[in-house]
């Protein structure tokens, strides 16, 4: 049988295969690697009443060489079945007539643990499988909640170190505290004087740069990834997709086969792409209605087929979402127009003048699948307060922008669908934001998550609790054009 092989979405990279594209992380052109073989479709009835780690299982497999579905179940088992999660790992309630799928119930309070318990686990079996003895330098960039997953997933862990770049004053207090307190021999916490897309573009230039490899040549490492752009980050996020239609028909909200529409809060649009995919494998998926903050380019580009970058850049009050430069948009340009030579040509206008532009064709492909919009912070706060005061339900500041442009879609188009909304964070990592939405005072993050618990008494999640009074270890902040000679100096310290 045919191997399954992942290739870039640019068109320059020798095929790879799983373990490879796992380890590898990016293409070697700067591309996403991608499936470059017929994603299978999934059997919905065969899927029905599993639990998650053995829907994981079934979906992951897919994705992975044949005869290794018995160790992705062990890999699954490890990450979801073993304690970090609830029994329940992604429990859906319900708002008002918006079923909220709970995607932050894990050892961060973060969507993110739904691919980070996985990705480590995928890296070491894949290290074992080709038999690889350099160490692995993990690198990821964050908004906010990538970087403790990440930081989680991988401390510790055999044969890897990480380093996690964060803009200084574009996370939340709790966010923060989070990355600055996190323990484990292997871990590396940067700040750094800038925002989230340029420790992106800092990362993806490390991949890139043939200083770098040399290095990494003389000091027996290899570079890898723990953002979106590793496809072994997407491949887990597909699982929850499936798992959270299969409850509702199970609860007998809907039948089996009946189409839902998603609801996604988007920034890097890693998020939303594992959408994507899980409706090629059969998932009936009407529409995926995906919501931005003011940094509103993913609006306009699903509104006009335009990507523009060259714009303000916001601080908001949902910080995982201020990001311009979204990089999983590329992988879904890919998947619609199957032409690495245009994509290329895209990402090369992108990079020289900040702006592409798809043609007509694939913006009409483009928008029969999306439709987006997005809230102002006042917008979003006003909508936190109103979902709580008319619901009971208590969202996240990112959660909420989903809730409120889902609202303004459902108006406009009076689309019965029933729609699933992704919920990204616990509203507890956001709690100053949360809490003056519902009582319109504003204290301190810690204040305020004492006081909202208090008032609505929504649990405060486990990994939250404490946190004003954890021991900061990493205090390190550079510049953010020192990132890759960082990056570099940090390779030269290891297996001296």
Request: with cysteine; charged share 25%.
């Amino acid at each position: 049988m045919k191997e399954k092989m992942y290739i870039s979405t640019r068109g320059q990279q020798e095929p790879l295969n799983f373990y490879e594209a796992i380890l590898q992380g990016i293409g070697c052109d700067g591309g996403l690697l991608v499936p470059d073989f017929k994603i299978e479709q999934k059997d919905l009835k065969a899927l029905e009443n599993l639990n998650y780690e053995d829907m994981a299982t079934e979906i992951i497999s897919v994705f992975t060489p044949e005869g290794t579905k018995e160790d992705i179940r062990k890999l699954c088992h490890q990450a979801y079945g073993e304690g970090l999660f609830p029994k329940d790992v992604v429990p859906v309630k319900k708002a008002g007539k918006v079923y909220i799928a709970e995607l932050f119930q894990g050892p961060t309070a973060a969507f993110k643990d739904m691919a980070l318990s996985l990705l480590p686990r995928f890296m070491t079996y894949s290290l074992k499988q080709k038999g690889e003895e350099r160490e692995v330098m993990i690198l990821a960039a964050t908004s906010g909640d990538t970087g403790k997953a990440a930081l989680e997933g991988f401390k510790d862990v055999e044969g890897t170190c990480i380093k996690v770049f964060y803009p200084i004053d574009g996370v939340s207090p709790v966010q923060k505290q989070q990355m600055v307190t996190q323990t484990g021999h292997n871990v590396d916490v940067i700040g750094i004087k800038g925002n989230f897309d340029d420790a992106q573009t800092a990362v993806k230039k490390a991949f890139q740069s043939e200083k770098l490899k040399g290095l990494c040549d003389q000091h027996h490492v290899f570079l890898s990834s723990a953002n979106s752009i590793n496809i072994g980050r997407l491949i887990p996020q597909i699982v929850y997709y499936f798992y959270s239609y299969m409850t509702l028909v199970k609860q007998k909200e809907i039948t089996l086969g009946e189409k839902v529409n998603f609801t996604i809060p988007s920034g890097n649009f890693g998020n939303c792409l594992a959408g994507y995919i899980a409706k090629q494998m059969g998932l009936p998926i009407h529409q995926f209605i995906v919501a931005s903050n003011k940094n509103n380019i993913l609006t306009d580009f699903f509104h006009t087929g335009t990507y523009d970058a060259n714009r303000e850049f916001y601080k908001t009050n949902a910080p995982a979402m201020d990001i311009l430069v979204s990089s999983n948009l590329e992988r879904l340009v890919y998947f619609l127009c199957q032409d690495a030579k245009k994509v290329q040509g895209y990402m090369e206008r992108l990079n020289e003048t900040g702006v592409y532009k798809v043609d007509d064709d694939l913006l009409n492909m483009i928008q029969e699948n999306f439709k987006a919009g997005w809230l102002s912070e006042e917008e979003v706060l006003k909508t936190i307060g109103a979902c709580y005061q008319e619901n009971g339900y208590l969202l996240d500041t990112h959660t909420a922008i989903g809730y409120g442009v889902y609202k303004t879609y459902q108006k406009e188009t009076n689309d019965q669908t029933k729609n699933i909304l992704l919920s990204t964070a616990s509203p507890y990592k956001f709690p100053g934001s949360v809490y003056q939405s519902v009582s319109g005072k504003v204290l301190d993050e810690y204040e305020a998550t004492e006081a909202l618990n208090q008032m609505t008494k929504v649990e405060i999640p486990t990994p939250l609790q404490g946190m004003k009074d954890r021991e900061i270890l990493h205090k390190k902040v550079i510049e953010k054009e020192a990132i890759v000679d960082f990056i570099g100096e940090q390779i030269k310290e290891i297996n001296l």
